[in-house]
């Protein structure tokens, strides 16, 4: 019995041994020359200091895990795991990318297996960028589809950290559809977002009001969509548009959104005010998505020729123009021609013009103004002063679109569906002042599996400064109310 007791005991002692020191690395370490695999894949990129932890799952073969992250001389953050979920503590890895210059973000993976002990990987190095990224960033939520408006939101998450909160679920206002969400460039509370159905209108939230309005008058065709603030926050661009969809069986394309006939109009936002853009021969052409220049004196947007009533959709192709802007006056120059697709059988669409205004990010397709169906949608920059255009390397094999700048011009956003095919989800890239691209990377979460089981697409991810806060209460009671409708000035 005692020889029983003495061995037993040396089991607890060996087992004691065992999980005090086992799951951290001792010993003799074996290294490998690559770096581990780790999803999301946060390895090689460019983040900015005030980014939420970048949390991940090891996918290498182990019984325990451990890593290291380090940017200098600030604390080493050690985490062990034995699953291979690293979930980064908030408070330590804000103090570690605290930074007034570039400096780099080393993470050391350490893997044990049962046979072969512990094994460290190949360092990977990341970069903290000096500039912040704007703290919120605005998505529709959405299943991946066109036939149905169920679970549809507007969310808002703080990029700080992982809190995320609804501007508007559409479960308040009886499951219409609501989107094209915009801001007045993020530098004040001026939001709106659009809603269809039986509570349609578009609504106007500022000053902590919000207000239902109807932009289609009785002397326009269509309604208005794809709004752009001017930004005096006076305006708001928008195009007029009768817009169609085909559905087809093939696999690469399930369904193409095109325009039969748009127009741009401007809205004055004090005098409640629908202004048309007049154009020699408007009739000629189809207009859309506006976007103004940062000083506000120009309005860029996309034109193509005006079809009839036999037409190929794979023919329709936009290029880019932009007309001057008289706010005095309220009139608009000549349309002056600055980007031609059409030469190299591509079509624009989404014209962004970053904060600092020396570019112009634009998604290119073969055809067509709707980039979202298309797997061949990519990024491309256009530098407004020697008017070249370049294909961003953040770019992948599959659609990228939806995208938006932040307000120090260094950070762009914007939806990809490089994860399935499917799916889009907001991924986040440096610009640097020669307008190159970073390895993008996706938004990080709290949970590092959350891409794998999630799904819904984000929808045009927009940066802001300002946390808007909607009540669900008054969100119904507002769209139950009768919209205030906007008069015409034109013609």
């Known amino acids: 019995m005692l020889r029983s007791l003495k061995y037993n005991s040396y089991l607890i002692i060996v087992v004691i041994a065992l999980f005090g020191c086992g799951n951290k690395p001792d010993g003799n370490i074996s290294e490998i020359i690559r770096p581990p695999i780790i999803n999301p894949d946060y390895s090689g990129i460019t983040i900015p200091s005030n980014i939420a932890p970048v949390n991940f799952i090891i996918k290498e073969e182990g019984s325990s895990f451990y890593v290291v992250l380090s940017s200098g001389t600030e604390p080493a953050i050690r985490i062990k795991s034995k699953n291979g979920q690293i979930r980064i503590p908030q408070k330590k890895w804000k103090n570690l990318l605290t930074t007034k210059t570039f400096k780099h973000l080393n993470i050391n993976v350490f893997v044990k297996q049962r046979k072969n002990g512990w094994t460290k990987f190949k360092t990977i190095t990341n970069i903290i960028a000096l500039e912040p990224i704007d703290p919120f960033l605005s998505y529709r939520l959405l299943y991946p589809g066109y036939e149905s408006w169920a679970e549809l939101s507007i969310q808002q998450r703080n990029l700080e950290n992982f809190h995320e909160r609804p501007i508007i679920e559409n479960s308040v206002a009886d499951e219409n559809c609501v989107n094209c969400h915009s801001y007045n460039n993020g530098r004040s509370d001026d939001f709106l977002f659009h809603m269809r159905g039986s509570m349609g209108g578009t609504y106007f939230y500022s000053g902590g009001e919000l207000k239902k309005t109807?932009?289609?008058?009785?002397?326009?065709?269509?309604?208005?969509?794809?709004?752009?603030?001017?930004?005096?926050?006076?305006?708001?661009?928008?195009?007029?548009?009768?817009?169609?969809?085909?559905?087809?069986?093939?696999?690469?394309?399930?369904?193409?959104?095109?325009?039969?006939?748009?127009?741009?109009?401007?809205?004055?936002?004090?005098?409640?005010?629908?202004?048309?853009?007049?154009?020699?021969?408007?009739?000629?052409?189809?207009?859309?998505?506006?976007?103004?220049?940062?000083?506000?004196?120009?309005?860029?947007?996309?034109?193509?020729?005006?079809?009839?009533?036999?037409?190929?959709?794979?023919?329709?192709?936009?290029?880019?123009?932009?007309?001057?802007?008289?706010?005095?006056?309220?009139?608009?120059?000549v349309a002056e021609l600055i980007f031609d697709a059409t030469k190299i059988n591509k079509s624009i669409s989404f014209p962004r013009i970053s904060p600092d205004g020396r570019f112009l990010v634009m998604t290119m397709q073969d055809f067509g103004c709707f980039p979202i169906w298309h797997k061949e949608t990519d990024l491309y920059s256009l530098n407004l002063e020697s008017l070249e255009a370049v294909r961003l390397d953040l770019n992948s094999d599959f659609t990228d679109s939806y995208h938006s700048w932040s307000s120090n011009s260094r950070w762009l956003v914007f939806s990809s569906k490089r994860g399935d095919g499917l799916t889009a989800c907001p991924y986040i890239s440096y610009i640097d002042e020669d307008g190159n691209s970073a390895k993008p990377f996706i938004l990080p979460q709290d949970d590092p599996e959350f891409y794998d089981r999630f799904l819904k697409s984000f929808n045009i991810p927009e940066f802001s400064n300002v946390k808007i806060v909607l009540n669900p209460g008054e969100i119904r009671k507002t769209a139950k109310t009768g919209a205030i409708q906007a008069k015409w000035s034109g013609e």
């Open 214 to 333: 109807n932009l289609k008058t009785s002397e326009m065709k269509n309604g208005s969509v794809y709004p752009r603030w001017h930004p005096s926050g006076k305006f708001v661009a928008f195009s007029s548009n009768k817009i169609v969809q085909q559905f087809h069986s093939a696999d690469n394309k399930k369904v193409e959104v095109s325009d039969l006939e748009s127009s741009l109009i401007l809205y004055d936002v004090e005098n409640n005010e629908i202004i048309p853009v007049q154009f020699p021969d408007k009739e000629k052409y189809m207009d859309t998505y506006p976007e103004w220049t940062p000083d506000g004196k120009y309005l860029y947007f996309c034109r193509a020729t005006q079809i009839g009533e036999s037409y190929d959709y794979k023919l329709i192709r936009y290029n880019l123009y932009r007309v001057l802007f008289n706010q005095e006056k309220l009139q608009f120059g």
